[in-house]
């Protein structure tokens, strides 16, 4: 009996020490330079460099960048609206990995995504909030996947929109998703010596 309890506590320890260390995201796209190309087009185009891209102006409602990644890159582990609850996901695992260090009002924003051919993979809104240390910021799909033909295995650019105004000083690193291995694998060992400790009170 006593061998048993600590093969559990063995298991749930090592389970919980692998999620601790595992990769918590998955990148589709960084945005410094040789990653990710600025469109000249663009009615606005923030700073770049080898950290990402860096707004430090007042915006306009309507200000957008266009930009594509150096290669097309898939989105593992499949498309995003297959992905359901009992993966790990949720409605809004989609983010970007960003900072913003002062802001005069909240500033709502529309992401984009595109395939190499130019389709619509979907698009997205969020809004912003002041945090001065790289942050997820969950985004919230507006559009079904994949409704113009777009695919998420083939994610070669990128437009980001204004949809507020106001002065605002903020960095994008990367447009990421959480990865579920690490949350699923703290969980299975916290339920692990939660189990234990239930069997040794009964």
Excluded: C
């Amino acid at each position: 009996m006593k061998i048993q309890k600590l093969k559990l506590v063995a298991l749930s320890t090592i389970l919980m020490m692998v999620a601790s260390t595992h990769a918590a995201n998955l990148d589709i796209g960084l945005f410094t330079t040789g990653n990710f190309t600025l469109d000249a087009g663009s009615l606005y185009s923030p700073t770049q460099s080898a950290s990402g891209l860096t707004t430090n102006l007042t915006v306009a409602a309507g200000d957008v960048f266009y930009g594509a990644f150096a290669a097309p890159v898939s989105w593992s582990p499949g498309v995003w609206t297959s992905l359901g609850a009992g993966n790990g996901y949720t409605s809004t695992a989609l983010g970007l990995f960003m900072t913003v260090t002062s802001q005069a009002a909240v500033t709502p924003f529309t992401v984009t995504l595109y395939d190499s051919a130019s389709k619509v993979i979907q698009s997205f809104n969020a809004a912003t909030s002041v945090f001065s240390t790289p942050t997820f910021v969950a985004l919230t799909p507006t559009s079904v996947s994949g409704f113009d033909g777009g695919s998420f295995a083939d994610t070669a650019s990128f437009a980001f929109s204004w949809d507020g105004a106001g002065a605002i000083n903020t960095t994008l690193y990367s447009v990421t998703i959480p990865e579920p291995s690490s949350a699923s694998l703290l969980a299975l060992g916290m339920a692990g010596l939660v189990a234990l400790r239930a069997r040794r009170k009964s």
